[in-house]
């Protein structure tokens, strides 16, 4: 069973940066695909990333490409998203996720289903215009 716990959330102005951390606690998570989601009041969840480091494969949504990266610290079991010229309609609690997919086509149709077994608790992004 994999637990998963976010951080690095809060309040910034549009044009700002903030950094979300995701631990994984199982490792080796090569055959694991790991996304980060987003869901603000009254909508639905919608994958913002994912990578396959099996296969270094990485995905981003259309509204976050050029602006968020994800990035992988194995030392610290750690999975980042970078937000940069973050919006005001990035404003939403932000889950990080995992399951094991085993390829990198798989962990595209994750992201894009939200087919994950293993999802965190969530970090709440604020961006005021």
């Known amino acids: 069973h994999v637990q998963l716990v976010e951080s690095g959330g809060g309040s910034v102005q549009a044009g700002g940066s903030l950094r979300l951390s995701c631990v994984v606690s199982?490792?080796?998570?090569?055959?694991?695909?790991l996304g980060w989601f987003r869901q603000a009041p009254g909508e639905e969840r919608d994958g913002v990333a994912a990578m396959w480091p099996g296969g270094g494969s990485t995905y981003y949504s259309d509204s976050v490409e050029g602006r968020f990266t994800l990035s992988l610290d194995h030392a610290k079991n750690t999975m980042y998203l970078q937000m940069n010229s973050l919006k005001p309609e990035d404003t939403a609690m932000y889950y990080c996720a995992a399951d094991r997919v085993g390829s990198g086509g798989n962990c595209y149709v994750a992201h894009k289903s939200g087919g994950f077994r293993y999802w965190g608790q969530g970090t709440q992004v604020t961006v005021s215009s």
């Open positions: 199982e490792y080796p998570y090569m055959r694991h695909c």
